[in-house]
């Protein structure tokens, strides 16, 4: 029987290229000239340091550009609110891994809600679709490029 699975993965290593890439354009830019303004990365965690909010959403909008440049998807990105003391303003971004269980029961809920004749079953972090043709799972497919679920979808693993 076909199958595939749904997955949301992202590449750390392009991300870290892409941080690394954003601290250099920072430490060259002539606004951010004698500003101590940093990324920082630990896993699926960029943490921006700056003296100022402005110059955290400066710095955030150098992350989009250099990760779309490495074609990370910035919808995995989780962007928290900044925090901002007397002279230090920080900002937090997770980049989610994997789909959450909440997000799957909803993809499940809307394959099945398709009427497509397929089977969509929660596998941890990803959702194996499985059908008799490989149209309805090529439908599937499209159907879920559509659909919104926040998240940046990949399909592997395609079996016939």
Partial sequence: MPSFDIVSEVD?????????QANREVGTRFDF????????????????????????????DILRQKLVKRKVDIAS????????????????????QGIDSDT?????????????KVQAQIQGEQVRVTGKKR????????????AEFDLPLQFNNFRD
């Fill in 135 to 146: 149209d309805d799972l090529q439908q599937v497919i499209s159907f879920l490029r559509e």
């Fill in 104 to 116: 799957a029961k909803k993809m499940v809920k809307s394959i099945k809600g398709s009427k497509l």
């Fill in 33 to 60: 000239k004698g500003v101590d303004a940093k990324f920082e990365q630990t896993d699926a965690e960029i943490k921006l340091t700056a003296e100022q909010e402005f110059q955290l959403n400066q710095m955030m």
């Fill in 12 to 20: 750390l290593q392009e991300v870290r290229n892409a941080v690394d």
């Fill in 77 to 96: 990105m989780d962007i928290k609110e900044p925090e901002t003391a007397l002279n230090a303003a920080r900002q937090q971004v997770i980049i989610k």
